[in-house]
């Protein structure tokens, strides 16, 4: 079998969405035909995600807290965590970043106990804070 043949004629019939849709049948889609609704995804692809995003999290604090990999593990890991919920609207915590930067630990927390995210995420948010804090998981 010609993999490459299949996956372009595939690609043709099915289409290639990066993006979720709803085929025809609607039936949650993404990629070239993956049905969503009935098939989810394997752990293989899971992982794959998982990685990507991770990857995509140390990019956006590189950019936001350029000595981040300088920190001790548990602020390191908080931070990414952030980074990974938030995505690029980690960028609007201007304070908590400014503490974070000159760091000032406390203020930092504390920047962060007091925003509407905290409030969104459970039991999230006060382990963050503890974190980011103390430096201590």
């Not at 960028?91 to 406390?106: E, I, K, P």
Request: charged content about 25%.
């Amino acid at each position: 079998m010609n993999f490459q043949k299949l996956r372009a004629t595939l690609a043709d019939a099915e289409g290639a969405y990066l993006s979720l849709y709803k085929d025809t049948t609607d039936n949650w889609t993404i990629g070239i035909g993956h049905n969503l609704s009935s098939k989810g995804i394997s752990k293989g692809v899971l992982e794959m995600m998982f990685a990507e995003d991770v990857r995509d999290a140390q990019a956006t604090l590189t950019h936001l807290v350029p000595d981040w990999r300088n920190l001790n593990e548990p602020r390191q890991n908080a931070l990414v965590e952030l980074a990974f919920n938030m995505g690029p609207r980690l960028r609007g915590f201007v304070h908590m970043l400014t503490a974070v930067n000159s760091g000032r630990w406390d203020r930092a927390a504390d920047e962060l106990q007091d925003s509407l995210w905290f409030k969104q995420v459970g039991r999230r948010g006060p382990r963050l804070v503890s974190v980011i804090r103390t430096g201590i998981d």
